[in-house]
């Protein structure tokens, strides 16, 4: 299946009732949806645009290993 193409779930009627949507559109959307409502914070904002200008940080696996995991 294209993951832009949706199926449309319709009633006896014929009439649309339900959309269903190709996971990887879905989480994409999900994630739209969530930095959206994390930049209506002014904290928020201002902590994404700094994390998103740094420069130094740990690997992943350094993380991991600090964290215990």
């Not at 832009?4 to 959309?19: G, H, I, M, R, W």
Request: net charge positive; charged share 30%; glycine share 2%.
């Amino acid at each position: 299946m294209n993951p832009t193409t949706l199926q449309y779930v319709s009633d006896e009627n014929s009439s649309p009732t339900a959309v269903i949507v190709p996971l990887e559109l879905w989480r994409e959307l999900e994630s739209t949806k969530e930095t959206a409502y994390l930049l209506k914070s002014k904290n928020m904002k201002q902590r994404l645009l700094a994390a998103r200008k740094r420069k130094n940080g740990i690997s992943f696996d350094e993380a991991r290993e600090k964290l215990g995991i």
